[in-house]
């Protein structure tokens, strides 16, 4: 409970919510209450309960979380505007499909601009560019799982639970060359002048 001033006018609930529901307010709005606190606040511990800590960038994570948990949303809403504007079936089935590969194509574009492959053209995109482009790729294929009629989000999930289940059975891996201990110096092989072809 606040004694602020400006907050005794406000209701205790956010618009909309029945404070005897137990109804959610939509999470961009709560995202964005969040966003413009945290902003006010600032960074750092903001209290404890019975010693279990809230720090602001705990709410600022969470925040940071909506717009992507708001993917397979957008991923089915995109589905279903294609399927009325487009119809549905196997061949709409099939060139959302091949919109992952067309996005892929663009992946590779920008990333022979961000290395300046083409001398012609010399360097045209840059790394944010690329990671964009694989960012359509990773939402056409949420889409085009959605055109197939299945939800993204649980298909994701079940990619995703198979993929930390992989990882967690490895037994663990002797580190990379590049990866090993600083307390384990990495030993370089330096051949003798006389056995490097000329
Ligand atoms: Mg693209």
Redesign the pocket.
């Given at each position: 409970m606040t004694t602020d001033t400006a907050a005794r006018a406000l209701p205790d609930q956010p618009d909309g919510i029945d404070e005897y529901s137990s109804d959610l307010p939509d999470s961009h709005r709560a995202a964005e209450r969040v966003g413009e606190w945290i902003a006010a606040w600032g960074d750092g511990l903001i209290d404890t309960a019975d010693g279990h800590p809230l720090y602001a960038r705990d709410l600022e994570a969470l925040r940071r979380a909506v717009p992507a948990a708001d993917a397979y949303a957008t991923a089915r809403r995109v589905a279903a505007w294609l399927a009325t504007t487009n119809g549905s079936g196997r061949d709409q089935q099939t060139l959302q499909i091949l919109k992952v590969t067309?996005?892929a194509g663009?992946?590779a574009s920008a990333w022979i601009g961000t290395v300046g492959q083409n001398p012609r053209k010399g360097i045209t995109h840059t790394t944010d560019d690329v990671a964009?482009?694989l960012a359509?790729?990773v939402l056409?294929a949420l889409v085009a799982i959605a055109g197939l009629g299945l939800d993204p989000q649980r298909v994701v999930g079940n990619c995703v639970a198979k993929v930390a289940a992989r990882l967690n059975a490895a037994a663990p891996s002797r580190p990379h060359r590049d990866e090993a201990p600083l307390d384990r110096p990495v030993v370089d092989v330096h051949l003798p002048a006389a056995d490097i072809p000329a």
């Open positions: 067309e996005e663009e992946v964009d482009e359509d790729v056409t």
